[in-house]
């Protein structure tokens, strides 16, 4: 699954280039969407996926990495109206002389319903990987375990003080092949709709920033394509407060047609980025102007 490391992939600023998979440190987590009350605990069930020696040692290791974040977290017991934590491993690309996992989380409340994803993705020596190497499994464990615990604690979400919520217009997407404009429109929509501090503005005349995306498909080489998307968060003038980009190669042909859950999965792993410049869009306009001395 190539295309996941392009899902993996971040960066915030719009004057840095943009990245290349696993070349930095895991992006800061995102706003909470759950408040979780002080009492829950989370079972966190076997994980399921390759390479499975990794996957066997996950679940333990990830219940104590949750510990560390104060939260009540089990990987052999489950409580009556507790939560419930999946996650799903997948083997990817990597650079050379290195093997690389992603590893995708959902959060289930006591009742089944999901509510909340997150996914880390992590390189290691490739044996590491295949023979569960505890260290390897200990971080990332741990790395998860950061953008796992924003979803466990309760805290406000950010909005601007000015005209309330943060309306954010969803202005398109740009350059996509096959579905691409319309499932990452999509996909995007969902992700900002579940943040309590952003609503997603059906009148671009009437919101606060804006949200587009730029998909550039490079020609085939060797069978793979180059992609690379950019997000823009701007004002309500136009003006960009900054980027986060992504990406990577692509099998030849990969997205030509439905994009499916590919769509989600780069929405998801471009949230945490974007939720910063809306953040700091909403802190920018809550700044009355001072006045000029007179």
């Not at 999901?114 to 020596?125: D, F, L, N, S, T």
Request: net charge negative; glycine share 10%; with cysteine.
């Amino acid at each position: 699954m190539p295309w996941v490391a392009l899902a993996a992939s971040l960066a915030l600023a719009a004057c840095q280039p943009l990245p290349h998979p696993f070349a930095g440190d895991a992006p800061p987590p995102g706003a909470p969407i759950l408040a979780m009350p002080g009492n829950a605990s989370v079972a966190v069930a076997p994980i399921t996926g390759e390479p499975w020696m990794t996957a066997e040692k996950l679940a333990a290791a990830m219940a104590r990495a949750l510990q560390q974040h104060d939260i009540a977290a089990s990987d052999t017991t489950a409580s009556v109206g507790g939560y419930q934590l999946h996650g799903t491993l997948t083997p990817m690309t990597a650079s050379p002389g290195k093997s690389a996992v992603m590893v995708m989380w959902e959060l289930r409340d006591p009742s089944g319903y999901p509510v909340g994803e997150r996914m880390y993705a992590m390189e290691a020596p490739g044996r590491d990987w295949k023979e569960g190497e505890d260290g390897a499994v200990e971080r990332l464990a741990a790395a998860s375990a950061a953008q796992v615990s924003p979803l466990l604690v309760q805290e406000a979400p950010v909005e601007a003080e000015v005209g309330g919520r943060t309306r954010v217009f969803v202005a398109g997407v740009t350059g996509a092949p096959g579905d691409g404009r319309q499932s990452l429109t999509t996909a995007i929509t969902s992700i900002l709709k579940r943040q309590g501090g952003v609503v997603v503005a059906d009148d671009k005349a009437k919101s606060d920033l804006l949200l587009d995306a730029e998909v550039k498909v490079a020609t085939a080489e060797a069978g793979k394509q180059k992609v690379k998307i950019v997000w823009h968060v701007r004002r309500a003038d136009g003006s960009e407060i900054g980027q986060v980009g992504q990406e990577n190669d692509v099998p030849k042909g990969l997205l030509d047609v439905a994009w499916g859950d590919v769509a989600y999965m780069v929405a998801v792993s471009a949230e945490d980025g974007i939720m910063q410049l809306v953040e700091r869009g909403a802190a920018q306009a809550s700044e009355k102007p001072a006045k000029a001395g007179g």
